[in-house]
């Protein structure tokens, strides 16, 4: 089974950094597109940071362009996301998800993966 477990938020001040940490199990790593999306209270599922089930390539939102970067170890089965200059904005729960590449049915968006584990708070205060 799939499995993926989010640490690293915390609450920080507007300004501050955060590293968030994925370790992923159960499945052959590079077989699987992973990415980080995240959920605010009464707000739709927004993917942050995906790598794309479709081509591969590197998608970051909008809003978190030249402050997010996303990483990953392959050794290590583990994805990261530094956060830096975080925003008020981005206070929410950050997950990792997961999902087979398919260049005929996959998605640039990994909000839409099958797979997430328990997500991690980030609360950035102003």
């Known amino acids: 089974d799939v499995q993926l477990q989010a640490s690293g938020g915390g609450l920080v001040q507007a300004g501050g950094s955060l590293r968030l940490s994925c370790a992923a199990s159960?499945?052959?790593?590079?077989?699987?597109?992973i990415g980080w999306f995240r959920q605010a209270p009464g707000k739709e599922r927004e993917g942050v940071s995906c790598?794309?089930?479709?081509?591969?390539?590197?998608y970051y939102a909008d809003s978190v362009k030249g402050r997010f970067t996303f990483s990953s170890d392959n050794a290590k089965n583990t994805v990261y996301l530094q956060m830096n200059n975080l925003k008020p904005e981005d206070t929410a729960v950050y997950y990792c998800?997961?999902?087979?590449?398919?260049?005929?049915?996959?998605?640039?968006?990994?909000?839409?993966?099958?797979?997430w584990g328990q997500g991690t708070q980030v609360t950035v205060s102003s």
């Open positions: 159960g499945f052959t790593f590079d077989d699987y597109a």
């Open positions: 998800a997961a999902d087979p590449f398919d260049p005929w049915g996959g998605s640039h968006n990994c909000a839409d993966f099958g797979s």
């Open positions: 790598i794309s089930s479709v081509d591969g390539n590197s």
